[in-house]
């Protein structure tokens, strides 16, 4: 059994900053991604970025250059540093883990409020 638990969400103001972290426990095999999703109210999730546990890393176009995503195998964990919020960043924000055997796991996700 895989649990993935986030923290560091809350209420900032526009171009601020946060830093959510994700650290996942139970078996996790050393081969695998990690993601960071999000979901506004009334939309669909969103994939805000991802590294592998390579290293290697990807973002949404909405978010390059403000969000850095970055991980510590050691410790299963990876963060979302985020930058420059805007309004618009306002939503619940999930962790999820994708083992090389294709098994995902969720977590129940934080939610970060970017007021104006």
């Known amino acids: 059994q895989v649990q993935l638990v986030e923290s560091g969400g809350g209420l900032v103001q526009a171009g601020g900053s946060l830093r959510l972290s994700c650290t996942a426990s139970g078996t996790i095999f050393s081969i695998n991604t990690m993601e960071w999703y999000r979901q506004a109210p009334g939309k669909q999730r969103d994939l805000v970025a991802t590294?592998?546990?390579?290293?290697?890393?990807n973002y949404a176009d909405s978010v390059k250059g403000r969000f850095t995503i970055s991980r510590d195998n050691a410790k299963n964990t990876v963060y979302l540093q985020m930058n420059s919020l805007k309004p618009e960043d306002t939503a619940f924000y999930y962790c999820?883990?994708?083992?090389?055997?294709?098994?995902?796991?969720w977590g129940r996700g934080t939610l970060v409020t970017v007021s104006s």
């Open positions: 999820n883990l994708q083992q090389f055997n294709g098994m995902k796991y």
């Open positions: 590294i592998t546990s390579g290293g290697s890393t």
